[in-house]
């Protein structure tokens, strides 16, 4: 048998029903979530998270940023894949301007 010990730690009662709430969704207990995180941190040797000491709305913007190229290049990657990369400008706001006829 494997020689266990108990940690206490204390959260907010609204979090620790989120979190029991989140647990149960996935089909695990709290004690099995918390023992995968200690040992994500201790197999990488680092938190699965970032600490940071940015302003939260610095990290929305560089967020929202980061989430507008994906897409940009999402986009572009299906526009190769469909054959239209070489439309001009003339010629996608004229598909714009169709679709919202049909619509």
């Given at each position: 048998?494997?020689?266990?010990v108990n940690i206490t730690v204390r959260v907010e009662k609204e979090t620790?029903?989120?979190?029991?709430?989140?647990?149960?969704?996935?089909?695990?207990?709290?004690?099995?979530?918390?023992?995968?995180?200690?040992?994500?941190?201790?197999?990488?040797?680092?938190?699965?998270?970032?600490?940071?000491?940015?302003?939260?709305?610095?990290?929305?913007?560089?967020?929202?940023?980061?989430?507008?190229?994906?897409?940009?290049?999402?986009?572009?990657?299906?526009?190769?894949?469909?054959?239209?990369?070489?439309?001009?400008?003339?010629?996608?706001?004229?598909?714009?301007?169709?679709?919202?006829?049909?619509?």
């Amino acid at each position: 048998m494997i020689n266990t010990v108990n940690i206490t730690v204390r959260v907010e009662k609204e979090t620790k029903k989120q979190f029991d709430s989140f647990c149960d969704n996935v089909g695990i207990n709290p004690t099995a979530a918390v023992n995968m995180f200690i040992k994500a941190v201790l197999r990488t040797r680092q938190l699965p998270f970032t600490v940071t000491d940015v302003d939260a709305r610095e990290i929305d913007k560089k967020q929202y940023k980061e989430r507008a190229v994906e897409s940009i290049n999402r986009m572009r990657e299906t526009s190769v894949l469909n054959g239209n990369s070489k439309m001009t400008l003339e010629e996608i706001n004229a598909e714009i301007e169709a679709c919202r006829k049909e619509a």
